[in-house]
């Protein structure tokens, strides 16, 4: 049987940021409490920053009846000359029963006690106050509180509960608060409670008391109301996904209305101006023609008919940020960049400062620009390599110092972008300020990235200094823990170093580069780094160990192997000829293929051994455009070897002989595991 059911847990306004930090985990911690008490039903979760909803349209009254059965010891160890053991009497004890309504039964061949219980379930009435609980104790959003003399904490004092089954009200108490019958309408509403006779009589009264329970419905509102006004306006409002979820969390009956601030805050670059309202007061921003306007939207709460005084207190408010905002960055302008200030900056302990970190940095940039000497004379429009030289060097030196700046300080999500502006006042190369802007991309994994060559390298040198530099003070990232965002920093450089198409060997590269940096075990850093190349590619990982396993540690060619390789074991052919090359692996599984493979002629004996040492050389041993193409060439020697191993008996007693035919097929496997070690892919 089965009945509506409906809990509400009312709190005090809940921060928006923390709770959508857990939103993703709240569904599945709330089914598995179900499940584990065999309640299992489909729901709905609903919220707004007043209370949490837990709706089952259908929820069983009661727990199903079940059946349980118990084995115990032996009847030869339970029983003793016809009396009852220790054992037995344990097992009674444990089954709730009384020694002489435990059988016996047969099980693995002896004859052992048993018993089995028929269990009611539990009416929900009864277990759904402790489900609550546990599941309020078991949200995590972080920081959490404590309030009147209950000891238990959550995010934000609890205020309210109601549930209801049907029509009967659940009664229980957890974290020093009744479950009661009445809910709370909107705060502009009134500050009453008020009552709901059975559960789908909530929300009805709920919603014509102001409050527009489900959060898809508060969204669809937000963004029906955002179209309006910008038909209405002919304008653009940037519909920040990430602050529209937010608003969706802050607002019980949202409200978009369109304010104005001040022209003359225009001057500002557009960034501060955008993060100045997004971050500090929860605004949308504006453009017309993708120019910003000097308007922009808040969302409000409050439910009225006339909200000219929401949007004149909200216009003070950004007025006065923007005054601010406006304040420092004519202070910065006037100041400039100066990258000397740095050395009083702390970067970590063990490292020195941050004019430390630019120092390294520089040092980096030297030996890429010289590795990539080429690729810049290409890419970059400059008279001359010294030219190209001093615009990266002068790049790096600048790179931080906006850090110093009065906006980063008040905005830090602003660094990078904020020298970008001040570089560009101060009259700096273009390419210059665009480095700065750069250095810091890709931020994520669908960012953008670098839009030059010599913005990219800037930008790996701050990754690759990040490394070398915290792997020599063991700032090692461990499990799930990435403090430093060392994950996202070899992100970085594989996403640049692929995009650029730049020769970057992860062992060779970092044992050139590690000579300014304190002692650490490099094998560490390059195991790090073939991890997430795992993780960046969406090939068989097993097909990924395999180019791992040949020695190449260049990204480009990495990648390159890694994607020719695949394509191959995706087609129908693949099985048969990896069977036919596994079978070449396990013969030559004692031949040091590293060292060179001596292959005589004059030893063959068969034709099958003249015909494979032939091809392999005519069709093998050749320059290839492609990995594919070199890969397509050794496994199309699959019917020649086939025909050896049929014909050939490669372990015979003529030791000479048996080296010999070893090596011929040795020589074929050495040239596959250029590109990958074929053994190591599972199919």
Same mark, same amino acid.
Not at 526 to 538: A, C, G, I, K, P
């Given at each position: 049987?089965?009945?509506?059911?409906?809990?509400?847990?009312?709190?005090?306004?809940?921060?928006?940021?923390?709770?959508?930090?857990?939103?993703?985990?709240?569904?599945?911690?709330?089914?598995?409490? &179900?499940?584990?008490?065999e309640?299992?039903?489909?729901?709905?979760?609903?919220?707004?920053?007043?209370?949490?909803?837990?709706?089952?349209?259908?929820?069983?009254?009661?727990?199903?009846?079940?059946?349980?059965?118990?084995?115990?010891?032996? &009847?030869?160890?339970?029983?003793?000359?016809?009396e009852p053991?220790?054992?037995?009497?344990?097992?009674?004890?444990?089954?709730?029963?009384?020694?002489g309504?435990?059988?016996s039964t047969?099980?693995n061949?002896?004859?052992?006690?048993?018993?089995?219980?028929?269990?009611?379930?539990?009416?929900?009435?009864?277990?759904?106050?402790?489900?609550?609980?546990?599941?309020?104790?078991?949200?995590?959003?972080?920081?959490?509180?404590?309030?009147?003399?209950?000891?238990?904490?959550?995010?934000?004092?609890i205020r309210?509960?109601?549930?209801? &089954?049907?029509?009967?009200?659940v009664?229980?108490?957890?974290?020093?608060?009744?479950?009661?019958?009445?809910?709370?309408?909107?705060?502009?509403?009134?500050?009453?409670?008020?009552?709901?006779?059975?559960?789908?009589?909530?929300?009805?009264?709920?919603?014509?008391?102001?409050?527009?329970?489900?959060?898809?419905?508060?969204?669809?509102m937000?963004?029906?109301?955002?179209?309006?006004?910008?038909?209405e306006?002919?304008?653009?409002?940037?519909t920040?996904e990430?602050?529209?979820?937010?608003?969706?969390?802050?607002?019980e009956?949202p409200?978009?209305?369109?304010?104005?601030?001040?022209?003359?805050?225009?001057k500002?670059?557009?960034?501060?101006?955008?993060?100045?309202?997004?971050?500090?007061?929860?605004?949308?921003?504006?453009?017309k023609?993708?120019?910003?306007?000097?308007?922009?939207?808040?969302?409000?709460?409050?439910?009225?008919?006339d909200?000219? &005084?929401?949007?004149?207190?909200?216009?003070?408010?950004?007025?006065?940020?923007?005054?601010?905002?406006?304040f420092?960055?004519?202070?910065?302008?006037?100041n400039?960049?100066?990258?000397?200030?740095?050395?009083?900056?702390?970067?970590?302990?063990?490292?020195?400062?941050?004019?430390?970190?630019?120092?390294?940095?520089?040092?980096i940039?030297?030996?890429?620009?010289?590795?990539?000497?080429?690729?810049?004379?290409?890419?970059?429009?400059?008279?001359?390599k010294?030219?190209?030289?001093?615009?990266?060097?002068?790049?790096?030196?600048l790179?931080?110092?906006?850090?110093?700046?009065e906006?980063?300080?008040?905005?830090?999500?602003?660094?990078?972008?904020?020298?970008?502006?001040?570089?560009?006042?101060?009259?700096?190369?273009?390419?210059?300020?665009?480095?700065?802007?750069?250095?810091?991309?890709?931020?994520?994994?669908?960012?953008?990235?670098?839009?030059?060559?010599?913005?990219?390298?800037?930008?790996?040198?701050?990754?690759?200094?990040?490394?070398?530099?915290?792997?020599?003070?063991?700032?090692?990232?461990?499990?799930?823990?990435?403090?430093?965002?060392?994950?996202?920093?070899?992100?970085?450089?594989?996403?640049?170093?692929?995009?650029?198409?730049?020769?970057?060997?992860?062992k060779?590269?970092?044992?050139?580069?590690?000579?300014?940096?304190?002692?650490?075990?490099?094998?560490?850093?390059?195991?790090?780094?073939?991890?997430?190349?795992?993780?960046?590619?969406?090939?068989?990982?097993?097909?990924?160990?395999?180019?791992?396993?040949?020695?190449?540690?260049?990204i480009?060619?990495?990648?390159?192997?890694?994607?020719?390789?695949?394509?191959?074991?995706?087609?129908?052919?693949?099985?048969?000829?990896?069977?036919?090359f596994?079978?070449?692996?396990?013969?030559?599984?004692?031949?040091?293929?590293?060292?060179?493979?001596?292959?005589?002629?004059?030893?063959?004996e068969?034709?099958?051994?003249?015909?494979?040492?032939?091809?392999f050389?005519?069709?093998?041993?050749?320059?290839?455009?492609t990995?594919?193409?070199?890969?397509?060439?050794l496994?199309?020697?699959?019917?020649?070897?086939?025909?050896?191993?049929?014909?050939?008996?490669?372990?015979?007693?003529?030791k000479?002989?048996?080296?010999?035919?070893?090596?011929?097929?040795?020589?074929?496997?050495?040239?596959?595991?250029?590109i990958?070690?074929?053994?190591?892919?599972?199919?």
């Amino acid at each position: 049987m089965y009945k509506p059911l409906l809990i509400e847990i009312g709190v005090e306004e809940l921060p928006a940021i923390p709770f959508l930090k857990e939103l993703p985990n709240i569904e599945k911690k709330w089914l598995n409490i &179900l499940e584990n008490n065999e309640l299992e039903c489909e729901f709905k979760f609903y919220y707004t920053p007043r209370r949490l909803v837990l709706w089952h349209s259908k929820f069983p009254v009661s727990q199903a009846d079940k059946e349980e059965e118990f084995f115990g010891a032996p &009847l030869c160890v339970a029983y003793k000359n016809g009396e009852p053991a220790p054992a037995a009497n344990s097992f009674a004890k444990k089954c709730g029963a009384s020694l002489g309504v435990i059988g016996s039964t047969i099980k693995n061949g002896k004859e052992v006690l048993y018993f089995k219980k028929d269990i009611k379930g539990q009416l929900s009435t009864i277990i759904i106050g402790k489900m609550v609980e546990e599941f309020l104790s078991k949200l995590n959003f972080g920081k959490s509180m404590r309030w009147g003399t209950d000891k238990r904490s959550f995010i934000r004092p609890i205020r309210w509960i109601g549930a209801m &089954l049907g029509h009967e009200h659940v009664s229980f108490k957890t974290y020093g608060i009744e479950s009661k019958c009445f809910s709370y309408a909107h705060r502009t509403i009134s500050s009453e409670p008020f009552a709901y006779d059975f559960a789908e009589d909530y929300f009805t009264k709920l919603e014509s008391r102001g409050v527009v329970l489900c959060q898809d419905r508060r969204k669809e509102m937000i963004l029906e109301q955002f179209k309006v006004i910008e038909q209405e306006n002919s304008i653009n409002i940037n519909t920040d996904e990430e602050l529209l979820l937010e608003i969706v969390a802050m607002t019980e009956s949202p409200k978009a209305l369109i304010g104005t601030f001040d022209k003359e805050f225009l001057k500002l670059p557009p960034e501060i101006i955008i993060t100045s309202m997004r971050n500090h007061q929860r605004y949308f921003s504006i453009f017309k023609n993708k120019v910003i306007t000097n308007k922009f939207i808040v969302v409000s709460n409050a439910i009225s008919d006339d909200c000219r &005084l929401i949007v004149q207190g909200n216009e003070k408010v950004l007025h006065a940020r923007l005054s601010d905002g406006l304040f420092f960055y004519n202070n910065d302008l006037s100041n400039g960049l100066d990258f000397n200030g740095l050395k009083d900056v702390i970067f970590l302990d063990g490292l020195g400062s941050v004019f430390d970190k630019v120092l390294r940095e520089k040092i980096i940039i030297e030996f890429l620009i010289k590795k990539y000497e080429k690729n810049l004379s290409i890419h970059i429009d400059y008279k001359n390599k010294k030219e190209i030289s001093d615009i990266c060097n002068r790049a790096v030196m600048l790179s931080k110092a906006d850090i110093l700046s009065e906006v980063v300080y008040e905005f830090t999500e602003l660094q990078g972008l904020m020298g970008y502006y001040y570089a560009k006042v101060a009259g700096e190369d273009e390419l210059v300020s665009l480095a700065i802007k750069e250095q810091y991309l890709p931020k994520s994994e669908n960012s953008k990235l670098p839009s030059n060559l010599c913005s990219s390298l800037v930008a790996l040198c701050g990754k690759i200094d990040s490394l070398l530099a915290l792997f020599s003070v063991g700032k090692i990232p461990t499990g799930t823990k990435d403090p430093f965002a060392l994950r996202r920093s070899v992100n970085g450089i594989i996403k640049i170093v692929l995009n650029n198409n730049l020769s970057f060997n992860i062992k060779d590269d970092f044992i050139s580069l590690s000579t300014n940096y304190a002692s650490f075990n490099l094998e560490k850093l390059e195991n790090f780094f073939l991890e997430r190349v795992y993780q960046f590619s969406s090939t068989n990982p097993s097909i990924t160990k395999a180019v791992i396993n040949s020695g190449e540690r260049d990204i480009v060619k990495l990648f390159l192997k890694i994607e020719a390789l695949n394509s191959i074991t995706n087609s129908s052919e693949f099985k048969n000829i990896f069977s036919t090359f596994k079978r070449v692996a396990n013969i030559i599984k004692d031949v040091d293929i590293e060292k060179e493979l001596h292959v005589d002629e004059k030893l063959f004996e068969t034709n099958e051994e003249k015909i494979l040492h032939v091809e392999f050389q005519n069709r093998v041993l050749k320059d290839y455009k492609t990995y594919r193409d070199k890969l397509d060439a050794l496994f199309g020697l699959k019917p020649q070897i086939d025909n050896f191993f049929d014909n050939v008996m490669v372990n015979v007693d003529n030791k000479k002989i048996k080296k010999n035919r070893q090596n011929l097929i040795a020589t074929i496997y050495s040239e596959l595991k250029l590109i990958a070690d074929i053994k190591e892919i599972t199919i």
